[in-house]
Nanobody
Framework: GVHLVESGGEMAQPGGSLRLSCAASGFRFGDYAMGWFRQAPGKEREEVACISMMGQTTKYSNSAKGRFTISRDNAINTVYLSLNSLQIEDTAIYYC????????????????WGQGTQVAVSS
């Protein structure tokens, strides 16, 4: 089955940067869009970014635009999320997810999730 393992989450200061990774297995990685979501304490999970199967199309939430970058390396079945200009409000558990389609359609098109990696932004 689908197996997604996130890594790279840690503590960071406001204005800092982090790079999250998600190693995927159990499916044809290059055939599907991949996404990143996050869940802050006391809040519902929200979308962050999506990348199409070949990486030619990306889509971001308003909070991620201009600060976060999603990318992928299909040769090693890994999707990344680069977080820049971190804010305290970015504190959350970050999850990667497998899309149901090749392209980024709706945010509800993600059904398989990893366990998450914790990002904590604090001064």
């Amino acid at each position: 089955g689908v197996h997604l393992v996130e890594s790279g989450g840690e503590m960071a200061q406001p204005g800092g940067s982090l790079r999250l990774s998600c190693a995927a297995s159990g499916f044809r990685f290059g055939d599907y869009a991949m996404g990143w979501f996050r869940q802050a304490p006391g809040k519902e999970r929200e979308e962050v970014a999506c990348i199409s199967m070949m990486g030619q199309t990306t889509k971001y939430s308003n909070s991620a635009k201009g600060r976060f970058t999603i990318s992928r390396d299909n040769a090693i079945n890994t999707v990344y999320l680069s977080l820049n200009s971190l804010q305290i409000e970015d504190t959350a558990i970050y999850y990667c997810a497998k899309g149901q389609w090749a392209g980024c359609r709706g945010w509800s098109d993600f059904r398989d999730w990893g366990q998450g990696t914790q990002v904590a932004v604090s001064s």
